[in-house]
């Protein structure tokens, strides 16, 4: 072997050293940033340590008048967990989950990273799902979603240990008369109107989101399924991580979703819904409208209440 030989071969890069736990939770985290959140507020922190994240409740990021007991905070922060763990598993690592109350210190889920595995198609497809979904404001097409589709999107949400239940059309039309009720009780709230300004840019602090960008401002929308579930809060963070699940799974499937929250928002509203669409044997988390994207030009999101 000659000189320059030598020379060639050391100056060959080593092969790239695959990244570690830390790297991949940190990337992980990036996407759960994704996550759909009441006004994209966003009301979660995360912590990564070498092997393990910490999702933490982030109570500043909160609305006491809209979300006194903090409910959909913690649904959204469960759909934050549920990205981040698809997020590792398409990155070829398996892990353990466990949820807490978040009373102590607002610790919710803790994601220990614990071996690599082969990459899982599905949580790939699932992963690219994150980027593409979007909360879609635009009417969807007249085309129905079939049964086996919703029969599908229902099996997934049922692996969460949630429920999904599909709407009927006359109860669409009679959940869009609750929805104009919740909204006229909602706005009577004493202190709602400040807190909508803060995410329509009645103030210097708000994110400067157009009123008429904010679905249950102009005119409630109707829904095509909700989600049933217990009613602690770490059944709130479950019924997150299967909102998560039913959305990602409807964007793998070139579905549009839109999330409608105001009519669970309001108790004797969301009372109403559990007894009649639920007989009284759950309660309804969020409401979902699923279906074919329609063709206007009317913007698709990000959505300010649910982004």
Request: charged share 20%; with cysteine.
């Amino acid at each position: 072997m000659t000189g320059d030989d030598q020379r060639d071969e050391s100056t060959q890069s080593a092969p790239d050293a695959p990244p570690s736990k830390k790297d991949v939770l940190c990337t992980a985290v990036e996407l759960a940033g994704r996550a759909p959140s009441l006004y994209n507020a966003q009301p979660w922190s995360w912590k990564v340590n070498d092997e393990d994240a910490e999702l933490f409740l982030d109570a500043t990021q909160s609305f006491p008048v809209t979300d006194p007991d903090m409910r959909e905070a913690r649904i959204g922060c469960g759909a934050s967990l549920h990205h981040l763990q698809v997020a590792v598993t398409a990155a070829g690592w398996a892990h353990e989950s466990q949820l807490s109350s978040g009373l102590e210190a607002r610790l919710l889920a803790q994601v220990r990273l614990t071996d690599p595995i082969e990459a899982d198609p599905a949580a790939l497809r699932l992963a690219q799902a994150i980027s593409l979904r979007h909360n879609d404001r635009r009417p969807f097409s007249t085309q129905p979603v079939s049964a086996d589709a919703l029969a599908a999107l229902q099996a997934a949400v049922d692996d969460e240990g949630v429920h999904l239940q599909v709407v009927t059309h006359d109860d669409r039309i009679w959940l869009s008369i609750l929805s104009e009720r919740a909204a006229a009780l909602q706005g009577s709230r004493e202190g709602y109107s400040e807190e909508l300004a803060r995410v329509t840019g009645a103030n210097d602090a708000s994110p400067n989101i157009p009123t008429d960008e904010i679905p249950h401002v102009v005119s409630p929308r109707h829904t095509d399924v909700t989600l049933r579930d217990f009613d602690t809060h770490v059944d709130w963070v479950r019924a997150g991580e299967a909102l998560s699940r039913l959305l990602l799974n409807a964007t793998e499937r070139g579905l549009a979703t839109g999330i409608q929250s105001q009519p669970v928002e309001v108790a004797m509203i969301r009372i109403q819904i559990d007894e009649h669409l639920l007989s009284g044997l759950g309660h309804a988390q969020v409401l979902v409208r699923i279906g074919w994207p329609g063709t206007t030009n009317v913007a698709a999101g990000p959505d300010p209440q649910q982004g």
